[in-house]
C-alpha cells in the first residue's frame, strides 16, 4: 500500500492465516487506518499475531534520549532518524521529529526526548544505528 490512487486510505480490521498443515489459526489485528491523512498517518503497521486469542508479542513505549555535544558547531538543521534492534527485530526507521523537551533540537549541549508509543516490543535491545540525511544548514553534527 502506497498511499496512492483515487482511494488511498484503508483500514484494516485483520489478517488471519491457517496454517494448512496444523490447522493453526494466526490472527493479526490492527482495527486501525493505513494512511496518510487518518489515523496516525502512518502506512506500514507492524502488527503482534495472536494465537487462541492472545498476542505473542506484547506492546510498549520507547522513550529516547538524544545529546548533543558541547562541543562548538556541534548542533545541525539535519532530519535525524534512528533503527533500535533488538532480539525481535528491529524497529524500521525512527524519524526524530518531534522533541518533548525543546522545539529547535539537535542544539550544542542539549538533550532531546522522543516518544514511540504502541510499538512492538523488541525485547532485549542489542544496537541502535542512527543518522541524518545532510540537509540543512551546518548539517555536520556532533552527537555525545
Request: hydrophobic share 30%; charged share 30%; with cysteine.
Amino acid at each position: 500500500h502506497n498511499g496512492k490512487g483515487s482511494r488511498p486510505d484503508w483500514y484494516l480490521e485483520k489478517i488471519t492465516l491457517r496454517n494448512l498443515d496444523s490447522g493453526e489459526l494466526t490472527v493479526f489485528i490492527l482495527d486501525d487506518w493505513i494512511s496518510k491523512s487518518k489515523g496516525d498517518g502512518q502506512l506500514t503497521k507492524d502488527i503482534p499475531a495472536s494465537v487462541g486469542g492472545k498476542a505473542t508479542i506484547k506492546k510498549t513505549t520507547y522513550k529516547v534520549n538524544v545529546k548533543t555535544s558541547d562541543e562548538r558547531g556541534a548542533g545541525t538543521d539535519a532530519n535525524v532518524s534512528l533503527i533500535i534492534f533488538g532480539e525481535n527485530g528491529d524497529s524500521g526507521e525512527l524519524k526524530l521529529k518531534e522533541s518533548e523537551t525543546s522545539s529547535n533540537k539537535f542544539e550544542r549541549n542539549q538533550t532531546d526526548v522522543f516518544k514511540f508509543p504502541d510499538m512492538l516490543s523488541l525485547g532485549d535491545l542489542h544496537k541502535c544505528r542512527v543518522w541524518h540525511d545532510s540537509k540543512g544548514f551546518g548539517a555536520g553534527w556532533h552527537l555525545e
